[in-house]
């Protein structure tokens, strides 16, 4: 044999023993990165709460009662109906600073309408809002805690 067919009876040994051996080590880092990413799996339950917090603006000293529902064109229910409510919509939480609180739980609305009611359950008012909610914890991935600038009703 001469040189020249000496290397590439070489190379071709070189070829057939490196290639397979290169191509499973690529393999094998494909498929352990596939079972790594478990697409969720090790995701916790949701255990936060998102809210909205809603300020009267005018007469804020005559409501009595907020309610609200998620959703477009839905209507809230009087505060007496409001308190059973499963359906999205339901009854704020009056705070010390004469603000009203709407918890969502893990949802995230993108509109909300609220209703204010007098001592009487006079209707008072009614607004809808666009809420923007940004990520505060959590991961894009499993999710997590968001918030939302607070939202001021008009009362007259």
């Known amino acids: ?7 590439i009876s070489h190379r071709r040994r070189v070829e057939l023993v490196l290639v397979p051996i290169v191509a499973a080590l690529c393999m094998a880092f494909v498929i352990g990165a596939i079972v ?24 804020p000293g005559v409501v009595a009662a907020v309610t609200a529902c998620t959703g477009s064109g839905c209507l809230p229910p009087a505060p007496s109906f409001a308190r059973t409510a499963t359906d999205g ?8 600073n004469g603000s ?5 739980g893990s949802n995230f609305p993108g509109t909300v309408t609220f209703r204010a009611y007098d001592a009487s ?6 607004q809808t809002a666009s809420l923007y909610w940004t990520r505060v914890g ?3 991935h499993c999710g ?5 600038d607070a939202v001021q009703i008009r009362v007259f």
């Open 1 to 7: 044999m001469t040189s020249m067919q000496e290397n």
């Open 36 to 59: 790594l990413d478990r697409d969720g799996v090790n995701c916790p339950p949701a255990a936060w709460n998102n809210s909205v917090s809603v300020t009267p603006a005018g007469h």
């Open 89 to 96: 919509s339901g009854k704020l939480v009056r705070a010390d």
């Open 100 to 104: 009203w609180t709407l918890n969502t």
């Open 121 to 126: 359950g006079n209707l008072l008012t009614q």
């Open 138 to 140: 959590g991961t894009e």
């Open 144 to 148: 997590g805690p968001m918030s939302t």
